[in-house]
DNA sequence: TCAATTATGGAATGTTTGTTCCATCAGTCA
DNA sequence: TGACTGATGGAACAAACATTCCATAATTGA
């Protein structure tokens, strides 16, 4: 025995060294790592025998492995997952726990924060699915799908949006401009649009004056315009064909994305479906 | 044999069964029972031997408790627990890879799409929640908050996720530098972080080269580079000081954001946080 | 191109594991 | 109290298992 060795006793560290180790590994014990770090439930539980037919190895290639990283059989390696599955369902447990009993969780800032956006971002998405009427959805996908070019308008926390916009189209093979606003010519990106054309503008409280401005101006050159904004008596919603409301739930002082994101997509989608279906 | 008999399948109806049952069962089978019921992580992971310790019972009687209960034998038995511990786990994988396959219907198309936005998201964000160790968020916190700029990497899809970040640092009073890549100067762009800085960098598969050799070459700087990405073996995952694992659902041929989003929202609050702490 | 080295597949092996069997024990009804 | 039914402990067993071994294939270095 050459030495003791000291093979990860976690699975964060096992990942590490998975990391580092693996490029250098021969072909099938790399096969081998990736599997493990793909099925880490799998790992903790079935046989070598089963392991290795859904890894498309031999059995005794799994031995080898846990060998090359230094524990004395696949047997040892296989308690670091056994270990992960409990510690993370101790882990599920007492978040539910502190969920049940209504404390916002003791342990850290980081988890309540997380908590705290994913619970804003479900809610939100709750609330679109509940309001939102497919009909809505429909009419101005309608306007979209006639559209020569759509023009994307959305400025600050709504720019994302917009910006996620742009690769969908130009991923579903619509044309589309990003009005980015850059050197302050957003007036002038947004100019050349046309009646034959559409824009969607995204803009909610406290509403960004330009967004504002470049989407009016094109609403009275007769381009269709889609705002997604946050109620009917945002400025946005007065000034445009069609608008579709998105209410997203705060946590501190920002605002979930996930709801605006998720009616973003879908219009995208359903206008490329609209053109094929047309076509 | 008097019936096929249908042991329960989950871990659910075994208690409800245990608490039926318990009462009239022999001496040594309630103690296994109550065993079981506090000890529920060894139950699937020990074996007859060391669960017969334990309990205080020979290995034999725990094979008898499971016949009694109509299971084929203790294995039988066993994998209820199994399966309860992996179900928080690859429930929410399970849900990831069902919405994958879901093709958006034809009628009522704006609806089901719409739907499966919501529920792509709304997957992703309970597996965010389910995954996620706090501590590190935390550990990444600290690499933040000590930061003198953090410059923030993205393209393609996930543009918007660091766009985003781009704004709610600012909005948040911490110096950041969105390397937008314009005009093709993101090398240089990004050149210019130090050790005393930081860097987010965004990609998951299919990783846009040019964001992971930004990230890289920071790391080989020396700067603090936090990645977030879709797994170890994730080439952003290799070249970071430390990496923060999202996973979103696909629907159709588009990811949701939410997950993403709603941890880029916490590490910006949460190094906000620590900032003002330290001070 | 050839030898040396390492990796791989598959059968053989020794161990561990769940299970069964049987003698003994405790409790129950006459 | 004494026969009977069911429960219990512990050894014996057979199946499943991880592991090892060896012949063969692939890779590396000269």
Tied chains: 1, 2.
Excluded at 36 to 54: C, E, G, K, R
Excluded at 79 to 95: I, Y
Aim: glycine share 6%; with cysteine.
């Amino acid at each position: 025995m050459p030495q003791p060795a000291s093979p990860p006793g976690d699975f964060g560290s096992l990942v590490t060294l998975l990391q580092t180790r693996g490029p250098t590994l021969p072909k099938r014990l790399r096969q081998v790592a990736e599997h493990m770090l793909a099925h880490p439930d799998d790992m903790a539980f079935q046989t070598t025998a089963q392991i290795a037919v859904s890894a498309g190895v031999q059995p005794s290639t799994l031995v080898r492995f846990a060998q090359a990283l230094d524990y004395a059989g696949f047997s040892d390696l296989q308690q670091v997952f056994r270990a992960r599955l409990r510690q993370q369902n101790s882990d599920h447990r007492a978040r539910l726990a502190a969920l049940r009993s209504g404390r916002p969780a003791e342990d850290g800032m980081a988890r309540s924060l997380l908590e705290g956006f994913v619970r804003a971002s479900q809610a939100s998405l709750e609330a679109l699915q509940g309001r939102i009427q497919p009909a809505e959805i429909e009419a101005a996908t309608n306007l979209l799908a006639r559209a020569e070019t759509i023009f994307l308008v959305g400025s600050r926390r709504m720019f994302p949006v917009v910006s996620y916009l742009a690769y969908a189209f130009g991923k579903l093979g619509i044309r589309s401009i990003l009005v980015d606003n850059i050197g302050g010519l957003g007036g002038e990106q947004a100019a050349i649009a046309t009646t034959s054309d559409a824009m969607i503008a995204v803009s909610c409280a406290p509403y960004t004056p330009q967004t504002i401005e470049i989407a009016a101006q094109a609403h009275r050159n007769g381009v269709p315009v889609i705002a997604l904004t946050d109620g009917p008596l945002s400025p946005l919603a007065m000034h445009c064909r069609r608008w579709l409301e998105v209410s997203e739930a705060d946590f501190g002082e920002f605002r979930s994305m996930a709801a605006t994101f998720a009616l973003a997509m879908t219009l995208a989608v359903a206008t490329a479906e609209k053109i094929r279906a047309d076509a």
